[in-house]
């Protein structure tokens, strides 16, 4: 597709249970982030992948959160044992292997933990 | 450490009338800095983004913004606004000097209410 895609789009989780979101980036782009956004809030950067390598995790809030990009396409954020706290938005965002380039945004998953 | 600041929280203009949304910024290098839009229930849009060059950078949908170095500001511009400008603003910087590391940081938002 032309842009960045996420699915679900709407995930209902109980707590303690796992969840995998989904992001197919822009075909070609090199770097790939991931962001949370609580409600009126700004994105909080979690992982940044260029191609298959995971370069920069500092963000993950707990070893509970894990992401992957095993084929430097395609990548899944995994939130074991999920807590109420992990209510929020993930995007996920991709950009060219060129410098200076905008990263390019996907619509979201909405988490919501009950 | 790089940081973002939007002083205010919301911004209110009657539509035709110019509107400022401000940003701040502190990175230790140069700065690498964008604007982005993002409306309800929806990813964000970039808008615009200074790396060098003329300090008044013209992005999309008519706005621009313009790059102060000695006020460490980039406060995104446009001369009329719309009401369908009506969204949530961020302003995002990166470190140039910061190597490979792609990690954009990131204000909290300001929300633009253009009323008709």
């Known amino acids: 597709g032309a842009g960045v895609s996420q699915s679900p789009r709407y995930k209902v989780a109980k707590r303690g249970q796992d969840v995998a979101l989904r992001c197919d980036p822009i075909?070609?782009?090199?770097?790939l982030f991931w962001y949370q956004q609580a409600l009126g809030q700004g994105p909080e950067f979690l992982t940044y992948f260029q191609n298959e390598a995971q370069l920069d995790k500092s963000g993950l809030p707990s070893d509970r959160f894990f992401a992957e990009r095993p084929e430097g396409s395609v990548s899944t954020l995994k939130i074991q044992r999920t807590q109420q706290e992990d209510s929020a938005v993930y995007l996920c965002?991709?950009?060219?292997?060129?410098?200076?380039?905008?990263?390019?945004f996907g619509d979201g998953t909405r988490l919501s933990i009950l | 450490a790089q940081s973002v600041a939007q002083p205010e929280d919301q911004v209110n203009v009657a539509e035709g009338n110019p509107l400022t949304v401000k940003c701040t910024y502190s990175v230790s290098g140069n700065p690498y800095l964008f604007w982005y839009v993002q409306y309800p229930n929806r990813g964000l849009q970039f808008l615009l983004k200074y790396i060098t060059g003329d300090n008044l950078v013209k992005g999309s949908y008519g706005f621009e913004a313009e790059f102060n170095k000695s006020q460490t500001s980039f406060h995104l511009k446009k001369p009329s606004a719309l009401v369908s400008d009506s969204a949530l603003y961020f302003c995002?910087?990166?470190?140039?000097?910061?190597?490979?590391?792609?990690?954009?940081?990131w204000g909290l938002g300001t929300s633009l209410a253009v009323n008709p």
């Open positions: 965002a991709s950009s060219p292997a060129r410098q200076n380039q905008p990263q390019h």
């Open positions: 995002a910087v990166r470190d140039l000097d910061a190597g490979n590391n792609r990690k954009l940081i």
């Open positions: 075909s070609g782009h090199v770097s």
